[in-house]
């Protein structure tokens, strides 16, 4: 009986001919940002936070590096917008011990900015050919009290770098990919908005002019001799003076207390 239930199964299954699946069944899911389409590929990267290389959300970044360099990108946040980081670091020769890494993101008051989800401190084995990193930030705002660190619209940096590595490591090239994407373009249901996004001022100071420079005083028709010999003197020598002519009293005063009276 089963036998003749197999060869019916089979049977049907011959004729039915091959199942066809569903392109989205056999499309293996995607996790993580994907670049934008057309987007431009940055090959370059800053060392510090005044050279940053801006990148756009959705602009992929591949970048040749080494062990123990300071990375930097800068990136423009909206208000309403929820920015994901993710990074990828290759390594593309042998290494003598695990190593952990690190991603860090600033606003533009150089205040660091917590992530609410993702791997943004790994540790990759002796034998890991790539470590991931990713960071999630909070929901950015169009306005916040000045006491707090909340994420507000303007220039936002991030940071790759190593944490911990052996020492013989350091200075081995690794291969960097790094990916900025942006959720959400509406504005926030929060009342208030930003009067200015905060923008690093790399304008700190500017040089005064010769209009701008104050005149001279001319100190010809003003004041008297005394006046300008007094303060030509200066403190120290007046407290000199005095110094000395309080020397000379109280050496006067022990003299007269401490000599001997004279016998008749």
């Given at each position: 009986?089963?036998?003749?239930?197999?060869?019916?199964?089979?049977?049907?299954?011959?004729?039915?001919?091959?199942?066809?699946?569903?392109?989205?069944?056999?499309?293996a899911p995607s996790d993580?940002?994907?670049?934008?389409?057309?987007?431009?590929?940055?090959?370059?990267?800053?060392?510090?936070?005044?050279?940053?290389?801006?990148?756009?959300?959705?602009?992929?970044?591949?970048?040749?590096?080494?062990?123990?360099?300071?990375?930097?990108?800068?990136?423009?946040?909206?208000?309403?917008?929820?920015?994901?980081?993710?990074?990828?670091?290759?390594?593309?020769?042998?290494?003598?011990?695990?190593?952990?890494?690190?991603?860090?993101?600033?606003?533009?008051?150089?205040?660091?900015?917590?992530?609410?989800?993702?791997?943004?401190?790994?540790?990759?084995?002796?034998?890991?050919?790539?470590?991931?990193?990713?960071?999630?930030?909070?929901?950015?705002?169009?306005?916040?009290?000045?006491?707090?660190?909340?994420?507000?619209?303007?220039?936002?940096?991030?940071r790759l770098s190593v944490?911990?590595?052996?020492?013989?490591?350091?200075?081995?090239?690794?291969?960097?990919?790094?990916?900025?994407?942006?959720?959400?373009?509406?504005?926030?249901?929060?009342?208030?908005?930003?009067?200015?996004?905060?923008?690093?001022?790399?304008?700190?100071?500017?040089?005064?002019?010769?209009?701008?420079?104050?005149?001279?005083?001319?100190?010809?028709?003003?004041?008297?001799?005394?006046?300008?010999?007094?303060?030509?003197?200066?403190?120290?020598?007046?407290?000199?003076?005095?110094?000395?002519?309080?020397?000379?009293?109280?050496?006067?005063?022990?003299?007269?207390?401490?000599?001997?009276?004279r016998r008749a």
């Open positions: 009986m089963r036998t003749t239930l197999t060869r019916s199964l089979a049977a049907l299954v011959a004729a039915a001919g091959p199942v066809a699946l569903p392109a989205t069944a056999l499309a993580g940002p994907t670049p934008s389409p057309g987007a431009a590929t940055v090959t370059r990267a800053g060392t510090s936070f005044l050279t940053a290389t801006t990148i756009a959300a959705g602009q992929p970044v591949q970048v040749d590096a080494s062990t123990g360099d300071y990375l930097y990108w800068s990136f423009t946040a909206d208000a309403g917008q929820v920015h994901d980081i993710s990074a990828t670091v290759s390594f593309p020769g042998a290494r003598s011990g695990a190593s952990t890494w690190t991603v860090e993101v600033f606003d533009g008051l150089r205040r660091r900015q917590a992530c609410t989800a993702g791997a943004q401190t790994p540790t990759a084995d002796k034998a890991a050919s790539s470590v991931s990193l990713d960071c999630t930030l909070r929901e950015v705002r169009p306005w916040a009290e000045p006491w707090s660190a909340d994420p507000l619209p303007g220039t936002y940096f991030v944490a911990d590595v052996p020492e013989p490591d350091l200075g081995a090239p690794i291969e960097v990919e790094l990916l900025v994407s942006a959720d959400g373009e509406g504005a926030p249901a929060d009342d208030g908005e930003l009067a200015v996004p905060l923008v690093p001022n790399t304008r700190a100071g500017a040089v005064l002019t010769d209009e701008q420079a104050i005149a001279p005083v001319d100190d010809a028709d003003e004041g008297s001799w005394l006046d300008d010999l007094l303060p030509a003197l200066g403190s120290r020598w007046i407290w000199t003076s005095v110094g000395g002519i309080l020397a000379a009293v109280a050496g006067v005063v022990g003299f007269a207390l401490t000599r001997r009276p």
